[in-house]
Nanobody, 129 residues
């Protein structure tokens, strides 16, 4: 099974950018669709974006409406890494961000963590004036 580790969070101001990384510490990400999720205190973890498995060349990429046009998900195959580039950050983007293999990345389907996957520790994104 693939184990994922998130990094890249930090404290930024509104309008700033961050790039989060999701690295496979074991296994290969090539075979998995990967999703990013966010959780804030007192709320359930929510879907943010997903990227299809590498085998699905030009496969679907999904963004939730609140991040469309500002966030970009991408894959660096040689580094076994999936990135989430976050631009024009807003106060409401703050939270702990997690990545995980997902069952399916499809524009019409909710992004759901694959049953075999475990949540990592996540990376904290703080947006503050």
């Amino acid at each position: 099974q693939v184990q994922l580790v998130e990094s890249g969070g930090g404290l930024v101001q509104p309008g700033d950018s961050l790039r989060l990384s999701c690295v496979a510490s074991s296994g290969s990400l090539d075979f998995y669709a990967v999703g990013w999720f966010r959780q804030v205190p007192g709320k359930e973890r929510e879907q943010i974006s997903c990227l299809s498995a590498r085998s699905r060349y030009n496969g679907p990429i999904k963004y939730v409406d609140s991040v469309k046009g500002r966030f970009t998900i991408s894959r660096a195959n040689a580094k076994n890494t999936v990135y989430l580039q976050m631009d024009s950050l807003k106060l409401e983007d703050a939270g702990v961000y997690y990545c995980a293999p997902v069952n399916l990345c499809d524009r019409y389907t909710d992004i759901v963590k694959a049953p075999f996957a475990s949540w990592g520790q996540g990376t904290q994104v703080t947006v503050s004036t």
